[in-house]
C-alpha cells in the first residue's frame, strides 16, 4: 500500500510463483489507494513514439507494465522524475495533479491503467503552461 496518497511512487504487487506460471493481483483500497472505476491500455505503440503529455484535475492512476518496457516521465511543477517499468509485478501509482507523458516503448509493450475516475475531457489539464501556472 502506499505510504502518501500524493506521492508518485512504485508499488510491489503480490506474486504468487508457480511452476505452472506466476500470478500477480491487485486490489482496490488495499494495493491501490483508491477505488477503480475504469481501466484502459495502450498497446501497438509504434517505436519512438510518446503517449500523454498531460495532467489531470482529479483522475488517480495506476501504471503497470503487463507486457514489455516503457518510461513514465513525472513533472510536479517542480521536479521531474523517470520510473521504468519492465515488470508485470510492479506499478507506478500516480495522483493527481501530476504532468505526466510515457515513452521508450519496446516492441509489443503493453501498458495497462487503472484510473480511479471515468472518462470526462474536462478533467485534463493539456497546456503545459496552464500547469505550470497552477503550481506557482
Ligand atoms: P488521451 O488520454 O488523450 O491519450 P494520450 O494523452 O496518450 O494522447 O486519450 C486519447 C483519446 O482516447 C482521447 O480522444 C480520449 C480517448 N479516451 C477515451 O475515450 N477513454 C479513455 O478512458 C481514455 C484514456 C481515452
Request: proline share 3%; hydrophobic share 35%.
Given at each position: 500500500?502506499?505510504?502518501?496518497?500524493?506521492?508518485?511512487?512504485?508499488?510491489?504487487?503480490?506474486?504468487?510463483?508457480?511452476?505452472?506460471?506466476?500470478?500477480?493481483?491487485?486490489?482496490?483500497?488495499?494495493?491501490?489507494?483508491?477505488?477503480?472505476?475504469?481501466?484502459?491500455?495502450?498497446?501497438?505503440?509504434?517505436?519512438?513514439?510518446?503517449?500523454?503529455?498531460?495532467?489531470?484535475?482529479?483522475?488517480?492512476?495506476?501504471?503497470?507494465?503487463?507486457?514489455?518496457?516503457?518510461?513514465?516521465?513525472?513533472?510536479?511543477?517542480?521536479?521531474?522524475?523517470?520510473?521504468?517499468?519492465?515488470?508485470?509485478?510492479?506499478?507506478?501509482?500516480?495522483p493527481e495533479g501530476i504532468w505526466r507523458h510515457m515513452e521508450?516503448?519496446?516492441?509489443?509493450?503493453?501498458?495497462?491503467?487503472?484510473?480511479?475516475?471515468a472518462y470526462q475531457e474536462d478533467d485534463y489539464i493539456r497546456?503545459?503552461?496552464?500547469?505550470?501556472?497552477?503550481?506557482?
Open positions: 500500500m502506499v505510504d502518501n496518497f500524493n506521492t508518485p511512487q512504485i508499488i510491489k504487487l503480490p506474486q504468487i510463483l508457480d511452476e505452472r506460471g506466476n500470478l500477480s493481483f491487485l486490489e482496490e483500497y488495499n494495493h491501490i489507494p483508491f477505488k477503480i472505476e475504469r481501466v484502459y491500455w495502450i498497446y501497438d505503440v509504434p517505436g519512438g513514439e510518446e503517449r500523454g503529455g498531460h495532467a489531470y484535475k482529479e483522475n488517480r492512476e495506476f501504471i503497470i507494465a503487463l507486457s514489455g518496457s516503457f518510461d513514465v516521465i513525472l513533472d510536479n511543477g517542480k521536479e521531474i522524475k523517470s520510473y521504468s517499468l519492465n515488470r508485470s509485478y510492479y506499478g507506478l501509482y500516480v521508450n516503448f519496446s516492441t509489443n509493450s503493453l501498458a495497462f491503467i487503472a484510473a480511479s475516475t497546456d503545459y503552461e496552464a500547469f505550470k501556472q497552477n503550481k506557482s
